[in-house]
């Protein structure tokens, strides 16, 4: 491939790596909307009383701070909601700058797999919020490239003193990017071992040793965390993993989305059992681990969620970017190659930031209903989704809206994250009762399921609660002990009193 073309790759996918984010005023996340609440309290947002009447935050020590730190030194300069938007616009370009220098560094060139690979910047993991893990998985890709680049450049001694702050950065930022990095430089380490004629026991000791300097962010965290109750253990069948594959860039429409999955897992099965393919036997055997990893792996762990379906997009990439098209490929080939996997990557990204313009516009909507939220209310949002079993999984953004209402209203928000030593909030508002923390805000129309009916939700509100805002209902939905106070779209908001007749 020329050496202008590759010039242009590293400057226009990234670009198409940030269009869809630049192309909404809010970043339509699903998880973001709470965690901008979080950060409101962390920033000491509102006056007296505020939301500390609710709320208490305190730092400490926690694998899962990535964005948090960042929101703490940006916030106060250029504002909450700013910073956020442009630190999450940075998390795609991350991921594909991470994949592009793996595929220069381990091959010496961007591969058109490489390139096939960028979209996976995007899809369920990204656009559920999970914004802490995808920044560290972005990072985690960017310190392997450094890594391997390093250990190939015959530098042990420079990578060890650089990865003893690197690694205990990506700690910070999420023990799982911390981890997938790790898996990363340790079959690297271990492949080159085994490359200069070290028995399989030698390399692996001899592996072990190189990941040392790697420890010194989890030894002293655990030292300085605070202790949580661990949460159960939830596992997932063969089923399950099945399914967040055929989603693994999931975003709005069911068709492309799960066409462009197919097109994703079809090509790497191919390019690992064609001949016209060779592997880098580092990230190979990296992909392989991560897909032992995925299988393994439960649903949820420690009290956090989806953590075999966050793995997926990671995993796919490696096992992507491990495979170039062999020496004696026809120019031609290696061209039609790379124009496939531009065209691909560019409708996808293009297709991104057409539904984000999509989910700009009903944010933008809904969110006008805080105008008529007064300040300091206790507010319970619900939303609500249908009944078929066949619902789009994330089909429904606005659920933690009430995020929005802590940071622009300091309002009461019934659904934050509240883990002990896992987050940084508690909250403390009896008051609330069971909707203090809320497990799950939302409702259903009709029994189905084992999602709560509306209207029985809304029956056990406190009558501290003195706001209501619905999601995913008609304008006129009528609540007893409730009164309409403003509507938007499918978004209605009621007051507490004499319900509408």
């Known amino acids: 491939m020329p050496r202008q073309v590759e010039r242009l790759l590293w400057l226009v996918l990234p670009v198409l790596a940030a269009l869809p984010l630049l192309c909404s005023s809010l970043p339509p996340l699903t998880d973001l909307p709470a965690h901008i609440g979080r950060f409101a ?16 935050f305190a730092w400490a020590l926690v694998p899962n701070l990535g964005v948090d730190i960042l929101v703490q030194v940006l916030g106060p300069v250029f504002g909450l909601e700013r910073s956020v938007h442009w630190i999450v616009t940075t998390i795609p370009v991350l991921h594909v700058l991470g994949t592009l220098l793996l595929s220069k560094v381990v091959h010496g060139r961007i591969t058109s797999t490489a390139v096939l690979a960028t979209p996976l910047a995007y899809g369920l993991v990204l656009n559920f919020g999970f914004v802490n893990y995808a920044l560290s998985i972005g990072l985690a890709l960017i310190g392997a490239a450094v890594w391997i680049w390093l250990g190939r450049k015959g530098r042990p001694v420079l990578r060890a003193i650089l990865f003893v702050p690197a690694g205990s950065v990506l700690w910070v930022c999420h023990l799982a990017g911390w981890a997938v990095f790790c898996v990363i430089a340790g079959c690297d380490a271990f492949t080159a071992a085994r490359a200069r004629g070290h028995p399989l026991l030698p390399a692996a000791a001899r592996a072990a040793l190189t990941m040392m300097p790697l420890a010194a962010g989890p030894l002293a965290g655990i030292m300085a965390s605070p202790s949580g109750d661990g949460g159960a253990i939830v596992f997932s069948s063969l089923t399950s993993k099945v399914y967040w594959l055929k989603t693994v860039i999931w975003d709005a429409w069911p068709w492309w989305d799960l066409a462009s999955a197919g097109v994703l897992v079809t090509l790497t099965a191919w390019v690992w059992s064609s001949h016209r393919f060779s592997l880098d036997r580092g990230l190979a ?31 796919l990439t490696l096992l992507l970017v491990a495979a170039r098209p062999v020496e004696d490929t026809s120019e031609r080939l290696v061209i039609l190659m790379m124009a496939g996997a531009l065209t691909f990557a560019g409708a996808r990204f293009v297709g991104n930031a ?30 609500v989704v249908g009944c078929e079993p066949d619902d789009p999984p994330n089909s429904e ?9 802590m940071e622009r209203r300091q309002a009461f928000d019934n659904v934050q994250f509240i883990q002990a030593g896992a987050q940084l909030l508690s909250v403390h508002n009896r008051a609330a009762g069971e909707f203090e923390n809320m497990s799950g805000n939302g409702t259903t129309l009709n029994p189905c399921g084992d999602r709560p009916v509306l209207r029985e939700v809304v029956q056990r509100i406190p009558p501290a609660m003195d706001s209501l805002w619905v999601i995913g209902v008609k304008p006129d939905m009528r609540l007893p002990g409730w009164s309409r106070t403003a509507y938007a779209g499918d978004a209605v908001l009621y007051r507490r009193g004499q319900s509408d007749r």
């Open 354 to 383: 057409l539904s984000y313009r999509q989910w700009d516009a009903k944010f933008a909507q809904t969110l006008t209903l805080l105008d008529h939220v007064a300040p300091n209310s206790q507010l319970v949002t619900l939303f």
């Open 397 to 405: 953004r606005r659920a933690h809206f009430g995020g929005y209402a």
């Open 41 to 56: 309290v962390q920033l000491g947002y509102g006056t007296d009383p505020g939301l500390k009447q609710w709320y208490s």
């Open 285 to 315: 055997l990296a992909g392989a681990a991560l897909v032992l990893l995925y299988v393994v792996l439960p649903f949820g762990m420690g009290g956090s969620f989806y953590a075999d379906m966050r793995l997926a997009p990671v995993m």
